[in-house]
């Protein structure tokens, strides 16, 4: 089983940063952050596979995000950067413990915390 608890989330205004974390419990072969907005579909922002270190970012969030994770305290972190009106959003750490695809999409991740709000104004 693996747990994750999500913090670090708020209010920003366009163009500043944020950071928010994911404690994890339990082994992960790979992790990833989805966002959220209201009435929306979740979208991944970005991936990290656990044992490399490797990354996977879509267009719209490459060069803004970065995803890392420090595995001594098993957390995940989501730095984001150049932030936009249209990345407020709830922002979901997920993990899968399992071998195989990791695809930035929500049915490649078994476990899920609870989710932390991003708010961007203009």
């Known amino acids: 089983q693996v747990q994750l608890v999500e913090s670090g989330g708020g209010s920003v205004q366009a163009a500043g940063s944020l950071r928010v974390s994911c404690a994890a419990s339990g082994y992960t072969y790979c992790m990833a952050w989805f966002g959220q907005a209201p009435g929306k579909q979740r979208e991944g922002v970005a991936r990290?596979?656990?044992?490399?270190?490797?990354?996977y970012y879509p267009d719209s969030v490459k060069g803004r995000f970065t995803i890392s994770r420090d595995n001594a305290k098993n957390t995940l972190y989501l730095q984001m950067n150049s932030l936009k009106p249209e990345d407020t959003a709830m922002y979901y750490c997920a993990a899968n413990k399992f071998t195989g695809t990791c695809a930035l999409i929500p049915r490649s991740y078994n476990y899920w915390g609870q989710g932390t709000q991003v708010t961007v104004s203009s």
């Open positions: 990290i596979y656990t044992g490399s270190g490797n990354t």
